[in-house]
């Protein structure tokens, strides 16, 4: 997978192209189903397959966001990794500043769609539409192929429990601490990455030693609880219990993310983790002393020892 960070001066090395575009914040199942799309129109057609998304955030730069703290599900390492799975041939992270927000749909569709990327089918998404005052719809685009000689497919809406699939209704799921039903919706496991770094170091001195993740500001937490989930690192996979909050046993004011991580021992101090949630074990509760505390945690420990794991991880 080629991955593409600006097209100034940009020469492509394909002649035709299949592509769609979005943010794909999420790369939920109406994402994939869109993406599935132009794998099989790129195969037909023997086409570049190419994914247009934006860096940072479009809700950033127009400040539809009171602030960056969890203003993405997935940072842009992590969507990397999430395209990573898809045969996708090339990714373009375009750059997105208020000029190119204000960029009308026609010169969008003739210099970057068209020219830069030489697309001769888009698809897009139901709702999908690009350019000033979001005139790039399928409609627009459906007039357009006409007189610029390409195709367009428009995919519906992907729907679970009668309503749409679509990434504020995932947001919700795991601003609530619902993981297993933000799971479903995804199609894949919430994760997040982090780096190691010194906390308090309680959990060593009761038998539960954690590692204490230092995320990006503009990563969507799931709510404070308790979670069973499971850790890789090193190419490695270990069950974990992950505890988000202020551990109000021990009066802290500033918000952790801290994992015990399973049958594991070793210094993480400064490494890269990442967590994948798969169910809410618990809500964060005060302990009117350390041994409730420790008792609590050996449960905690039984039930993510006991909770179900998808085969995808090499325990």
């Known amino acids: ?47 570049a397959r190419i994914l247009l998304t934006y860096h940072p955030h479009p809700d ?13 599900l997935f940072t842009y390492e992590e969507k990397l990794a999430l395209f990573q799975r898809f045969s996708l041939d090339v990714v373009v992270f375009m750059p997105f500043t208020k000029e190119l927000a204000s960029m009308t749909a026609l010169r969008y569709l003739r210099e970057i769609l068209l020219g830069k990327l030489r697309a001769r089918n888009i698809v897009i998404g139901y709702d999908q539409c690009f350019g000033r005052g979001r005139k790039g719809n399928y409609e627009f685009l459906k007039l357009m192929s006409k007189k610029y000689d390409f195709e367009v497919d428009r995919i519906e809406a992907v729907k679970s429990k009668g309503d749409i699939i679509s990434t504020s209704r995932i947001r919700g799921e795991i601003q609530a601490g619902n993981v297993s039903e933000a799971n479903r919706l995804l199609g894949h496991d919430y994760f997040l990455t982090g780096t190691v770094v010194r906390g308090f170091q309680r959990g060593q001195s009761i038998g ?66 990442r967590l994948y949630f798969l169910h809410r074990l618990r809500e964060e509760l005060s302990f009117a002393s350390v041994n409730e505390l420790v008792e609590q945690l050996g449960r905690d420990e039984k039930a993510t020892r006991k909770m179900s794991v998808p085969s995808s991880y090499s325990l």
Request: hydrophobic share 35%.
């Open 1 to 47: 997978m080629h991955i593409v960070k600006d097209l100034e001066g940009f020469v492509p090395f394909w002649e035709r192209a299949s592509l769609t575009l979005g943010v794909f914040d999420g790369m939920h199942r109406g994402h994939q189903k869109i993406i599935q799309r132009v794998q099989k129109r790129s195969k037909k057609a023997r086409h």
């Open 60 to 72: 950033i730069v127009l400040g539809k966001r009171e602030s960056l703290r969890g203003a993405e």
């Open 208 to 273: 539960y030693p954690t590692a204490n993740l230092d995320v990006a500001e503009s990563k969507l937490i799931p709510a404070e609880g308790v979670y069973g989930a499971i850790c890789e690192w090193g190419g490695q996979h270990y069950r974990a219990m992950v505890n988000i909050g202020k551990n109000p046993t021990f009066q802290n004011e500033q918000m952790t993310i801290e994992a015990n991580i399973l049958d594991f021992k070793g210094d993480l101090y400064g490494e890269t983790l």
